[in-house]
């Protein structure tokens, strides 16, 4: 493909990119939004017009100047005189190129933020789950499939229980780090086919599309249990709450505000049955949600673990971890929250055609042998050397957190799974030719690295089940080694170290 063809391609997504940008402008929304909306749009299309007007320009230019060179190869010139008007012209078109390359990358560039910009438009900014626009744009879908193919969905709502009492008790700021919380609890609970969105306040919206109450109720009330039984660790304490939840099932009849109505009825039914409780609604009489049936909850459960794979909510809210805060107090890196959130965020960014992304999972070896023969000091100042090994191998993009006791990961901003490799060797032979410092007690240890790079279906608990698998798959050859696998789970790279 010509470079010129390339530009105009790549011109002709930005356009669409603006148009995307002016269609969300034109929903209804509050005044302040809209103006915000126009003026980005407004600036996004000045830009654009800027820079199609100056390659225009280079065009033109470089037109006048060939006309010029073939003008002169026209008056008959020596040889010499042709050569050198001939190399005249290489130039020129190699200089044309390279402004065409330049602008196509400012293009891209530009397609890019555009890109950004609507979907941060559909992003709660507090909770990073869909926000109403999202939602309303969710249930408008839900009813046209209904009316064209016939297809039943399912609406929940759910509510924290008395979160103004829990905020005056603890303060807005220890309510925000619950409301981040929850969302990620029912981020989790459910597959990527799921819509998890903040309805409002206190309040979420979870939309079923294609999925019948009947075949949802047990993974509903699941998520809702889930938040009730998480902990939230805000400034040295473990806080917790309930949720009530209502589920309606859209009917043939039905318009948006009549299903949400319907939701809320059966959430007003939670509240008025105690709170910490679900209930669903049909157009004849509102039920409790129970998952009494054996059968139906092992059938739904069986049916869940093979559409999302697990990767155990104990690296998500574990009830006997230390205080994290927003950093890990021993090995000085990100919590497991903001991880997750920024790899929630890097591949919603991969899903929108960005750069490649890969995770490596790091496991330092033989860490409980260390805290049992030297003591719970020495396995500390492992996991701070280990730490401190990573961020020297890092760029700024790149992120790391704890996962366990002895696991870190390491998330990879544009890395593809070879150079994650590189990384990961790298990372390796510079912890085994570390030396610890006396008090450590033990001399020296090694580290154990599995990587894979995110591919398609990936959300972020399969690709952390992916990384897990690598990892496994590292410590099963002996330990002190690296293992990439690609996306079928097969070993792309294994390196085996030479001997101490």
Not at 60 to 68: G, L, N, P
Not at 106 to 134: C, F, G, K, P
Not at 203 to 227: D, L, M, N, T, Y
Not at 472 to 491: E, F, K, L, M, W
Request: charged share 25%; glycine share 6%.
């Amino acid at each position: 493909m010509s470079t010129w063809l390339s530009f105009v391609i790549t011109l002709l997504a930005a356009l669409g990119a603006v148009a995307v940008v002016l269609a969300l402008v034109r929903r209804r929304r509050p005044v302040g939004d809209i103006e915000a909306e126009q003026h980005l749009a407004r600036e996004t299309i000045a830009r654009l017009q800027d820079l199609t007007a100056r390659v225009a320009a280079d065009v033109d230019e470089h037109a006048t100047y060939v006309q010029e060179i073939n003008a002169e190869l026209s008056g008959g010139e020596q040889d010499s005189d042709v050569l050198t008007t001939v190399q005249r012209l290489i130039d020129a078109n190699e200089r044309m190129q390279k402004q065409l390359v330049s602008a196509e990358e400012r293009l891209q560039a530009q397609a890019r933020q555009i890109e950004s910009h609507a979907v941060e438009a559909r992003t709660d900014a507090l909770t990073q789950v869909a926000n109403r626009r999202a939602f309303d744009d969710e249930l408008r879908r839900c009813l046209s499939e209904r009316d064209h193919n016939k297809t039943v969905s399912t609406l929940m709502i759910l509510d924290v229980d008395h979160f103004k009492k829990f905020n005056d008790t603890h303060g807005h700021q220890a309510g925000d780090e619950v409301l981040r919380g929850v969302a990620r609890v029912l981020r989790n609970a459910f597959s990527s086919a799921e819509l998890v969105a903040r309805y409002g306040g206190e309040e979420f919206a979870i939309v079923f599309p294609g999925v019948s109450f009947a075949a949802c109720q047990i993974s509903a009330e699941k998520a809702r249990q889930a938040v009730a039984t998480a902990n939230f660790r805000f400034q040295g304490k473990s806080l917790s709450v309930t949720a009530s939840a209502g589920l309606s099932e859209l009917l043939p009849t039905d318009n948006e505000q009549e299903w949400i109505r319907r939701a809320d009825e059966a959430l007003y039914a939670s509240k008025k049955a105690g709170r910490n409780c679900g209930h669903m609604t049909n157009a004849e009489r509102t039920v409790r949600l129970t998952i009494n049936d054996p059968a139906a909850v092992a059938a739904q459960t069986a049916a869940a673990e093979m559409s999302v794979a697990k990767v155990g909510d104990e690296w998500l809210f574990e009830a006997d971890t230390n205080e994290l805060f927003t950093r890990d107090p021993i090995a000085n890196v990100s919590s497991r929250p903001v991880f997750f959130d920024d790899l929630i965020r890097r591949l919603a960014q991969w899903r929108r055609g960005g750069a490649p992304l890969s995770l490596m999972m790091v496991q330092v070896d033989g860490l409980m042998r260390v805290a049992t023969e030297h003591g719970p000091t020495a396995a500390a100042t492992v996991l701070r050397v280990t730490s401190q090994i990573m961020q020297a191998t890092m760029r700024d993009m790149d992120h790391v957190t704890r996962l366990g006791e002895d696991t870190f990961a390491l998330l990879l901003p544009g890395a593809k799974i070879i150079d994650a490799h590189s990384v990961s060797e790298r990372l390796r032979a510079a912890v085994q030719k570390c030396r610890l410092p006396r008090r450590a007690g033990a001399a020296w240890f090694t580290i154990t690295v599995g990587a894979v790079e995110v591919s398609n279906g990936d959300d972020m608990r399969l690709i952390l089940e992916r990384a897990r698998r690598a990892l496994q798959a590292a410590i099963a050859q002996g330990r002190n080694c690296v293992i990439a696998h690609d996306s079928t789970g097969a070993p792309i790279v294994r390196m085996v170290p030479s001997n101490r």
